[in-house]
């Protein structure tokens, strides 16, 4: 239970941070190429932190869980595999991602388990920035020229039909809070709630989209072609 | 985008008790984006724990042309400096 959970919370922000990474060197300027890697970086701070606990009962790192696991082994949800698309649908699945991101971690630092409530803690803090970066961008574009008001609203379209997943389970019930902090964004934004689709899930229990193993692919290619290598 | 964005300085206060300073600048289209850019770019290996932005437009330059005017006169004039008197050696931090 505990691993399943931390498995899930290391994957999102491992993929999702190799999602950031991408945008390094290609970013509409140096402030934003740093900013998305920073988030990136965070990201991947937790990844390393709960991989590094769902791995442990079997002896195993979070380099093996990260390295070593085919697609259908990993549980992130399918928003964060979504490819990059253009600066506005990057923004709009980091947005729904770290407004969903920071309501669960701000319950789960109050969890039972102390190391689960630890990690959530430290990394909220983090996450509140990710989310307030995303958001503003969300408004600027939104509210600034024709063109980025059509792609960004043209982004949360592509986003939408996967954010029914990271409400499944006991996180269900953050949905209100998180459909008020959205839409909220969105109304500034002078941009409409996307209409209500059928969602896509399956990411939890390892059905993904083609787009994750072509994440792997080059994620994992030098671990794998050279096993145990080290700077 | 640079291009289309103005320019803001970055100072940055290292820590508390220190005064800001200048750092840099960031290209932002307001002070809002101008502290997150000014946070991504300069503080995120732990440089600081405040930090101001400011238009670089509102910063009035001493002209190099008048260097030797303003400047010059100052480099002979050594009683300017209070080295002529012998510290005691109890007083700290000066």
Known sequence: ?231 | MTAILPLWEVFVRAKNGLSHRHVGSVHAADARMAIQAARDVYTRRMEGVSLWVLPSAAITASDPGEADALFAPAADKVYRHPTFYVVPDNVKHI
């Open chain 1, 1 to 231: 239970m505990r691993e399943q959970l931390a498995r899930e919370l290391g994957d999102d922000a491992l993929i999702l941070g190799h999602r950031l990474s991408e945008w390094c060197g290609h970013a509409p300027s140096l402030e934003i190429d740093l900013a998305l890697a920073n988030i990136g970086l965070d990201l991947l701070g937790q990844a390393q932190f709960f991989l590094t606990l769902a791995g442990a009962p079997d002896g195993r790192d979070a380099d093996a869980l990260a390295y070593r696991r085919t697609e259908d082994e990993f549980c992130n949800c399918l928003l964060v595999e979504q490819p990059n698309g253009d600066f506005a649908r990057t923004i709009a699945r980091q947005f729904l991602f770290s407004a969903w991101q920071e309501l669960r971690f701000a319950e789960l630092a109050g969890d039972a388990d102390a190391q689960i409530a630890a990690i959530a803690a430290k990394a909220v803090k983090e996450i509140s920035y990710h989310a307030s970066f995303a958001g503003d961008w969300v408004i600027r574009l939104g509210d600034g020229t024709e063109e980025s008001h059509r792609r960004m609203a043209e982004g949360l379209d592509w986003c939408w039909r996967f954010t029914d997943e990271l409400f499944a389970g006991d996180a269900a019930a953050l949905r209100p809070a998180w459909a008020a902090r959205v839409e909220a964004t969105l109304a500034q934004a002078g941009l409409p709630t996307p209409k209500p689709v059928r969602g896509i899930t399956g990411g939890r229990v390892g059905r993904h989209s083609e787009h994750l193993g072509h994440i792997l692919a080059e994620m994992q290619y030098l671990p794998r072609a050279h096993p145990d290598a080290v700077w």
